[in-house]
């Protein structure tokens, strides 16, 4: 009966961690390949599975575990992927939260079968920390989780090898040790964080040669990594004082993070960011330190609180404070020892009735606000994923020499109020030091040649911040951008999506187009009008002439218009969604432009008609048309097309 409910409480342990694993990340691994991701696989295209484990060269660490899992798919299949890649970031997440919990276990001396609660408290409190949401989503964070899952491993067999012996315990403490290293530097604090687990809860005696054995290890490992051939770096440098008094302050907000809300309520009334986060951490190490005095757990807060400490020693020491902020993934290890702190302060408050009840609070005021955090974060993944995985999509239809032109894509996204006191908490896609046919490359498998610019005259602010990627440029520098570009696409943002569009493209000059539909003032010839419907989006694309340079600032204009007349939706913008306006045209041009309009709820089975004409912004004024058989149209609209909308969604070819 034992062994049977042992059994089902680790089971029903795993099935919870499981389910809110899933629930918090599962719909990453819908993500493109975004990020350091871009980089990462240029990199590895270029190596071999024996290069890796030599050679650097090109990147700024020595990480061959990262890559080792990722080189093999490549040498098996011939290419990377994407879902694959995503879906191993969150099944190593979701060990590790297993083996969090079952150290949990090993720190509290459960007796077999027992101990669960708190051991599932935290492992949940792992799987939720806040800032693994630049971890769990991204590929190439996969050194993080490999480290923890190699530093838990090591942890797990000495504790093997201490309690019931066996050499070949140790043996597998020092193989995980050595495979931590290789999976991140951060994983030389090992043999200091072992040490800690000798001095507090292994059996008496202190047995310190085996940690002089593992610091050995570390030694002779860091010495292999130093001689690694890799790209330039700031080298071992201890940063100023300054630098170190604001990264240490970042690292007691890591620690006490589930408490830091309050610290951003502080700022809120005036403190300074400093100030509130070490406030509220004393506050909150404090308590839990009284916590766990009264429940004789002093050395499970020891414990933790050093492990976090030695996780975070080198990112504090040696990283900018800037960088430091930007990356909270270093956090990672430290999220370890966060969750046996927390996790053992509300199991040393279950001595009685009410505070088993402050207990539960405790935990779910722990875990749910940081699921919604996460959540959050992964909201804003999806949003600045999606014109992204439109560019994706149309470089995989695009043929392999079109060149392609993105405008105002986003690089990343973030919400305008942060929960904590200290650092950015928002989701970056796309940097600067990776090139968007880098990008489509890695997504697709095939040579892409496109591009992307930033063109500020036609964004627009929004509830949410948003940085946009490419160069910014003004409208000569553009305009010959687009002459050079096969097609050119727009990201528009809107409150709840950002969404890519076709903007059009020039045409060939020399080609004429047989009949015609109408002509404004002389100076601009509709030739061609052609509309289709998608996803209850309605796509007019016009193709123009151009006389030359129009005169005024001419927009065009395409209204969707009931059976009465009356305006029922309208796009207005000059050509190509305002990229390229008619004073910026040369004689002979030939512009395919293109309007998406958003079609009107409840609208099936009504008949619309769209119209197009020309106005002068400034004035207002529509510009004279003609007809090709030199009528002049009503209010110089010209009808384009007539249709009813079915209740059958119809399909997406480009018009």
Same mark, same amino acid.
């Given at each position: ?39 990462? &696989? ?79 408290? %935290? ?29 838990? #491993?090591?942890?797990?067999? &000495? ?11 140790? /043996? ?18 090992? /043999? ?7 001095? #507090? ?80 951490? /004393? ?30 020693? #080198? ?16 956090? &990672? ?9 927390? %996790?053992? /302060? ?87 030091? %990776? ?54 696409y727009l990201a528009t943002y809107t409150p709840h999506a950002i969404d890519l569009i076709e903007a059009g493209r020039l045409l ?60 029922? %939706? ?86």
């Amino acid at each position: 009966m034992p062994a049977r409910r042992a059994v089902l409480s680790a089971g029903l342990a795993a099935l919870v961690l499981a389910l809110v694993v899933l629930l918090t990340y599962a719909d990453s691994i819908s993500l493109p390949f975004h990020f350091d991701d871009v980089p990462h &696989y240029v990199w590895l295209r270029d190596q071999s599975l024996g290069s890796i484990w030599v050679t650097a060269e090109g990147r700024p660490y020595y990480r061959p575990m990262q890559f080792f899992f990722w080189k093999v798919y490549e040498v098996l299949f011939g290419r990377d992927s994407v879902p694959l890649y995503h879906g191993l970031n969150v099944f190593v997440h979701f060990v590790n939260a297993l083996l969090v919990a079952q150290a949990m276990r090993v720190f509290t001396r459960a007796p077999r079968g027992e101990g669960w609660t708190p051991a599932l408290l %935290a492992g949940l409190i792992f799987t939720l920390y806040p800032f693994s949401y630049q971890v769990v989503p991204l590929p190439a964070s996969f050194t993080h989780p490999l480290v923890v899952l190699f530093a838990l #491993l090591t942890l797990l067999a &000495y504790d093997r090898f201490r309690t019931r012996g066996g050499l070949r315990w140790f /043996a597998s403490a020092l193989a995980c040790a050595l495979l931590a290293f290789a999976s991140n530097e951060g994983g030389l604090v090992l /043999a200091g964080l072992v040490a800690l687990y000798e001095w #507090l809860f292994a059996p008496r005696p202190v047995r310190w040669r085996w940690i002089v054995v593992l610091a050995l290890l570390s030694a002779a490992y860091f010495g292999w990594y130093q001689t690694r051939p890799r790209q330039d770096t700031d080298g071992l440098l201890i940063r100023s004082g300054e630098t170190l008094l604001q990264n240490g302050m970042y690292a007691l907000q890591a620690l006490t993070l589930p408490a830091q809300p309050a610290g951003r309520a502080l700022m809120d009334a005036g403190l300074s960011d400093h100030a509130s986060v070490l406030i509220t951490g /004393a506050a909150a190490l404090a308590l839990l330190w009284v916590i766990s005095r009264q429940a004789r757990r002093t050395r499970h807060w020891l414990f933790a609180v050093a492990w976090v400490a030695g996780s975070v020693a #080198l990112p504090v020491l040696l990283l900018s404070h800037d960088y430091l902020i930007n990356a909270p993934r270093v956090l &990672y290890l430290a999220a370890c020892g966060v969750a046996w702190l927390w %996790a053992g /302060a509300v199991a040393g408050a279950r001595r009685s009735r009410p505070a088993q009840l402050i207990g539960v609070a405790v935990s779910i005021g722990v875990v749910l606000p940081s699921f919604v955090f996460i959540r959050q974060r992964m909201d804003l993944y999806h949003l600045n994923a999606g014109p992204l995985q439109a560019a994706i999509d149309v470089a995989t239809l695009s043929g392999s020499d079109e060149r392609l032109l993105f405008v105002n894509l986003p690089a990343w996204v973030n919400v305008p109020r942060p929960w904590y006191p200290i650092g950015h908490e928002g989701v970056l896609f796309m940097p600067a030091y %990776a090139t968007m046919a880098q990008f489509l490359t890695v997504n697709t498998g095939r040579p892409s040649y496109a591009d992307a610019l930033e063109f500020n005259n036609v964004t627009t602010p929004q509830a949410y911040y948003y940085g946009v990627y490419g160069p910014p440029i003004g409208y000569d520098d553009l305009a010959r951008a687009i002459r050079s570009a096969d097609r050119v696409y727009l990201a528009t943002y809107t409150p709840h999506a950002i969404d890519l569009i076709e903007a059009g493209r020039l045409l060939d000059s020399a080609s004429v187009a047989r009949g015609g539909v109408a002509a404004f003032g002389g100076s601009v010839t509709l030739e061609r009008a052609a509309w289709s419907i998608c996803a209850n989006r309605l796509s007019v694309a016009l193709d123009w002439r151009g006389a030359g340079s129009a005169p005024g600032d001419l927009h065009v204009f395409v209204h969707l218009l009931n059976p009465d007349g009356t305006l029922a %939706a309208q796009h207005d913008s000059p050509p190509i969604m305002g990229l390229l306006p008619f004073w910026q045209w040369h004689a002979g041009d030939r512009v395919r432009d293109v309007h998406p309009i958003d079609l009107p709820s409840g609208s099936t089975g009504q008949p619309f008609t769209v119209a197009v004409g020309l106005y002068d912004s400034g004035t207002g004024q529509r510009a004279q048309a003609a007809l090709m058989d030199g009528t002049r149209p009503p209010n110089d609209a010209v009808p384009i097309a007539t249709f009813t909308l079915s209740a059958v969604t119809p399909d997406c070819d480009q018009p």
